[in-house]
C-alpha cells in the first residue's frame, strides 16, 4: 500500500471512531437488558423482597479476568435508580458504570461473567452515583441471598449497601466483589447522551431520556418491580 493511500486509510479510520464509541455503549445496553432478564428468569433467583427493596440495581454484562491484574476484573454496565425524592418512581434512564480491578470471590474457571448488584439503600446509592468508591471499604456488601432465603438471611443482608450476584454459564450465585472499584462512566455517558452528564444528573435529577438502547433493561425491571417497598410511602 503506497502512503497516500496508508494516509486516506487511516483518516477513514479515525473518522469512523466517534460512531463506533457511540454504537459500544447502546450494545452495552442491550446486553444489559438481556443480562437482567436471564438473571431474573432463573430457578434460583433474587428474592422478590430483595428485588423490591432496591432503590437501583447495576448490570455489568460479560465481567471478565484480566490478565494484567492478578486474579482481578475489569467491566462495563448500567446502573438504574427509581426517580422521585422518595425513591419510588419508575426506574430512571441508565448512568453507564465501570468496574475495576479486585478479585472475585467466585469464580468459574475465568469464564466471562454477568454481575447483577442491588443497591438497597439511598447512602449507597448517592455514593455510588457521585464518586469512585471501593467496594468493602466505601460502600459495604454482601453475598446476595438466593430463592427462598430465611428472614435472618434477608435480614444480615439488608444491613449492607449492596447485594451482589453473578451468572456464569447458566449458575446465578452470590458473588464477593470485595476490593473492587465501581465509579461512574463518564466517557461512556457523554457518548451515549452526546454532552458531558453527571450520573447524579441522568439518574436523580431526570436530565436525560432513556435511549431506545434501554428500553429492555427497564422494562423488566418496571414489570419485575414496579413499586419500591422499602419506602412506607409506596404502600398507600
Known amino acids: 500500500m503506497g502512503w497516500k493511500n496508508l494516509v486516506i486509510a487511516l483518516s477513514v479510520v479515525t473518522l469512523a471512531l466517534p460512531a463506533a464509541a457511540g454504537s ?8 444489559c437488558g438481556v443480562a437482567l432478564k436471564q438473571a431474573l428468569d432463573v430457578p434460583e433467583r433474587i428474592p422478590q ?3 423490591d427493596k432496591a432503590e437501583c440495581v447495576i448490570v455489568i454484562p460479560s465481567v471478565k479476568k484480566a490478565a494484567f491484574f492478578v486474579g482481578g476484573s475489569y467491566g462495563r454496565g448500567a446502573m438504574s435508580c427509581r426517580t422521585g425524592e422518595h425513591w419510588n418512581g ?43 468508591v471501593k ?24 444491613r449492607a449497601e449492596i447485594l451482589t450476584y453473578s451468572r456464569s454459564q447458566g449458575l446465578f ?7 473492587s472499584t465501581l465509579r461512574p462512566d463518564g466517557d461512556a455517558n457523554r457518548h451515549l447522551y452526546g454532552r458531558d452528564m453527571d450520573a447524579e444528573d441522568i439518574v436523580r435529577k431526570g436530565s436525560a431520556t432513556a435511549p431506545k438502547a ?3 433493561m427497564l422494562a423488566e425491571l418496571n414489570k419485575r418491580s414496579p413499586k419500591n417497598l422499602s419506602d412506607p410511602k409506596s404502600l398507600e
Not at 461473567?113 to 448517592?126: C, E, K, R
Not at 430465611?150 to 443482608?157: C, F, K, V, Y
Not at 450465585?173 to 476490593?179: A, Y
Open 24 to 31: 459500544t455503549e447502546e450494545e452495552r445496553l442491550l446486553d
Open 49 to 51: 423482597s430483595l428485588l
Open 90 to 132: 419508575p426506574w430512571s434512564a441508565p448512568s453507564m458504570i465501570a468496574l475495576e480491578g479486585g478479585s472475585f470471590g467466585f469464580q468459574i474457571g475465568g469464564e466471562a461473567t454477568d454481575l447483577i448488584l442491588l443497591v438497597v439503600n439511598p447512602s449507597g446509592a448517592h455514593s455510588l452515583l457521585n464518586s469512585k
Open 135 to 158: 467496594v468493602g471499604a466505601d460502600v459495604s456488601a454482601a453475598l446476595g441471598p438466593m430463592g427462598r432465603t430465611s428472614q435472618a438471611d434477608t435480614d444480615i443482608a439488608m
Open 173 to 179: 450465585v452470590g458473588v464477593s466483589l470485595d476490593g
Open 214 to 216: 434501554a428500553l429492555n
